[in-house]
């Protein structure tokens, strides 16, 4: 069973760059495509970006298109989220989240494994 444990969070001024980090344990990483999510208060919980098992295929929300990076080390067992220019709307508490197989899905509830989650606090 994957174990997920986020970090990096914290506050950032608007234009400014934060890394989230996600470290995971349990299992055979390279054979989970991994995820971030984000829950602001008040909205659904929303899907952010997604990688491959090998890191050759990513997608992304549009809204972060162009400015967050997600990237992966299975040596590490790491997944990354570089958000660069951060913006007011992109303060929540983000998760990193897993799923045993192939497909590439953008759904919550396709991912069995969840973090505990990591707070971005954005100041304007």
């Known amino acids: 069973q994957e174990q997920l444990v986020e970090s990096g969070g914290g506050l950032v001024q608007a234009g400014g760059s934060l890394r989230l980090s996600c470290i995971a344990s349990g299992g055979t990483f390279s054979r989970y495509v991994m995820a971030w999510f984000r829950h602001a208060p008040g909205k659904e919980r929303e899907f952010v970006a997604v990688?491959?098992?090998?890191?050759?295929?990513?997608l992304y929300t549009d809204s972060v298109k162009g400015r967050f990076t997600i990237s992966r080390d299975n040596a590490k067992n790491t997944v990354s989220l570089q958000m660069n220019s951060v913006k007011p709307e992109d303060a929540a508490v983000y998760y990193c989240?897993?799923?045993?197989?192939?497909?590439?899905?953008?759904?919550?509830?396709?991912?069995?494994?969840w973090g505990q989650g990591t707070q971005v606090t954005v100041s304007s």
């Open positions: 990688i491959g098992r090998s890191g050759g295929t990513t």
């Open positions: 989240a897993a799923r045993n197989g192939a497909a590439i899905f953008s759904r919550p509830y396709d991912y069995a494994y």
